[in-house]
């Protein structure tokens, strides 16, 4: 069975920086997409960043040149680096992957992390 297992959330002041991990567990190959998704309170969830194992990331126009998404295939991780936070990032930060052929923010991941929080205070 596939596992998800986010780590690295936590409270930072406005301007800081977190790194967030991805591990997946149960599967012997790396997914084809994985992607990083947020909610906050009382807000829908909206994708934050999404990386095919091969090929071009996709960022929200909210966090480019902020955040930086990466993953190594070996370890089956995927990375989220914030940086510049500010209080809007505040979030519970979620972690997804799918193992088919697509990969943006809008697609339909089948895999999910239980989620790390994200706390930005000014």
């Known amino acids: 069975q596939v596992q998800l297992v986010e780590s690295g959330g936590g409270s930072v002041q406005s301007g800081g920086s977190l790194r967030l991990s991805c591990v997946v567990f149960g599967y012997t190959y790396s997914p084809y997409c994985m992607g990083w998704f947020r909610q906050a309170p009382g807000k829908e969830r909206e994708g934050v960043a999404a990386l095919p194992i091969v090929g071009r990331t996709t960022y929200a126009d909210s966090v480019k040149g902020r955040f930086t998404i990466s993953r190594d295939n070996a370890k089956n991780t995927l990375y989220l680096q914030m940086n510049s936070l500010g209080p809007e990032d505040t979030a519970m930060y979620y972690c997804?992957?799918?193992?088919?052929?697509?990969?943006?923010?809008?697609?339909?991941?089948?895999?999910w992390g239980q989620g790390t929080q994200v706390t930005v205070s000014s």
């Open positions: 997804a992957a799918d193992f088919g052929t697509m990969c943006s923010l809008l697609s339909t991941y089948n895999y």
